[in-house]
């Protein structure tokens, strides 16, 4: 598969899974919203707080994730794919293979 490919696939991949976790964090919040649940009083409260937050963070990973495709596809465009943003040597195929959207070199 073509590294435009193998990016536009994770790129989907990441969206999903944005869209789900997002979702997910919705329903913490409006669950949470419905409650007189004080976080640091209420045993269940410190639970449901670090859930929110987890998935939060979550959420997160997944946009910058989206983020870094986004720009890796960029760089198809641009023609500068494959090259170390630091050193300017190709970078490795196996390492683009196991993630495309690499930006430096093994050695960097």
């Keep these: ?3 435009r490919s193998r990016l536009l696939a994770e790129r989907e991949r990441a969206l999903s899974r944005l869209a789900d976790l997002a979702g997910e964090h919705r329903g913490f919040v409006e669950a949470s919203r419905d409650t007189n649940a004080d976080d640091e009083h209420d045993p269940e ?13 979550l959420v997160r990973q ?5 983020a870094e495709v986004d ?3 960029a760089r198809i465009e641009a023609g500068t794919y494959g090259g ?24 960097c």
């Design 1 to 3: 598969m073509d590294p």
């Design 45 to 57: 409260g410190a639970t449901i707080a670090f859930e929110r937050e987890q998935v939060a963070t």
């Design 62 to 66: 997944a946009e910058d994730q989206v």
């Design 71 to 73: 720009a890796a596809l």
């Design 84 to 107: 170390c943003e630091r050193c300017g040597r190709p970078i490795a195929a196996e390492r683009l293979e196991a993630r495309p959207s690499a930006r430096t070199c093994v050695s």
